[in-house]
Antibody, heavy 122, light 111 residues
Framework: EVQLLESGGGLVQPGGSLRLSCAASGFSFSSYAMSWVRQAPGKGLDWVSGITASGGSVYSAESVKGRFTISRDNSKNTLYLQLNSLRAEDSAIYYC???????????????WGQGTLVTVSS | QSALTQPPSASGSPGQSVTISCTGTSSDVGGYNYVSWYQQHPGKAPKLMIYEVSERPSGVPDRFSGSKSGNTASLTVSGLQAEDEADYYCSSYGGSNNLVVFGGGTKLTVL
C-alpha cells in the first residue's frame, strides 16, 4: 500500500524558513517523479513544485521560484521542500503527491499524503 | 486567480446527472490530452477520479466520466448519490514551464 507521510509544518514568522519532509513507502520511490501541492484554508489546489525520479530536474510555480526548493533522497525514500522567505500567502496545507504512473505529473496524482499545515504569521 | 476556470458550484438531485466544466487555453487543456479530475471531501486529501481526459482509475465508479472539446474539459457525474457531494478540481498538464495547472474548484451539492 502506498503511503505518503508529510511532516515539518508549523507556525513561522514572515520571512522565516521551514523544511517539509514526505516519507514514502509501499512503492519504488526512486522510480517516480514527485510533487508538492498546497491548499490555502478554504481555497483551491495549487501546484507548487515537482522533481524527476532521479532528482536531476526540478520545476516550480512562478509564485515560489527563488524561495522554495524541492529535493529528494532516494536512499531514504524521502521528498523535501525547503521554504524560505515565507509570506502570509504561503499559509496552506502542503501535500506530497505521487503520479499515477511513470509518465509523471501529467498522468494525474494517484496518491496523496494527509498534508502538513504551514502557517505564516507574526 | 486559477489558471483553469470552473464554475464555483453545481447541484443535482439524487439519480440525476450533473456536468462540471473546466476551461483553459490551447497551452494547457486544449494542447494536451492530460486533463485530470479530483474529488475532495471536507478535511480529506484529494482523490483522483479521472485522468487523461476520460480514463478512470481502478475503483472509481463508472458513474464518473470525462470528456474534452477544444479548450474545455468536462466531468459528468451520472446517477448522483449523496456521497458524491464534494469539491471537484480539474487539472491539466501545462507544458514544461508550468507542469500542472489546477482549476479553482466546484462545490457539488446533492439536493
Amino acid at each position: 500500500e502506498v503511503q505518503l507521510l508529510e511532516s515539518g509544518g508549523g507556525l513561522v514568522q514572515p520571512g522565516g524558513s521551514l523544511r517539509l519532509s514526505c516519507a514514502a513507502s509501499g512503492f519504488s520511490f526512486s522510480s517516480y517523479a514527485m510533487s508538492w501541492v498546497r491548499q490555502a484554508p478554504g481555497k483551491g489546489l495549487d501546484w507548487v513544485s515537482g522533481i524527476t525520479a532521479s532528482g536531476g530536474s526540478v520545476y516550480s510555480a512562478e509564485s515560489v521560484k527563488g524561495r522554495f526548493t524541492i529535493s529528494r533522497d532516494n536512499s531514504k525514500n524521502t521528498l523535501y521542500l525547503q521554504l524560505n522567505s515565507l509570506r502570509a500567502e504561503d499559509s496552506a496545507i502542503y501535500y506530497c503527491a505521487k503520479p499515477r504512473d511513470y509518465s509523471g505529473s501529467r498522468s494525474g496524482f494517484g496518491n496523496w499524503g494527509q498534508g502538513t499545515l504551514v502557517t505564516v504569521s507574526s | 486567480q486559477s489558471a483553469l476556470t470552473q464554475p464555483p458550484s453545481a447541484s443535482g438531485s439524487p439519480g440525476q446527472s450533473v456536468t462540471i466544466s473546466c476551461t483553459g487555453t490551447s497551452s494547457d487543456v486544449g494542447g494536451y490530452n492530460y486533463v485530470s479530475w479530483y474529488q475532495q471531501h471536507p478535511g480529506k486529501a484529494p482523490k483522483l477520479m479521472i485522468y487523461e481526459v476520460s480514463e478512470r482509475p481502478s475503483g472509481v465508479p463508472d458513474r464518473f466520466s470525462g470528456s474534452k472539446s477544444g479548450n474545455t474539459a468536462s466531468l459528468t457525474v451520472s446517477g448522483l448519490q449523496a456521497e458524491d457531494e464534494a469539491d471537484y478540481y480539474c487539472s491539466s498538464y501545462g507544458g514544461s514551464n508550468n507542469l500542472v495547472v489546477f482549476g479553482g474548484g466546484t462545490k457539488l451539492t446533492v439536493l
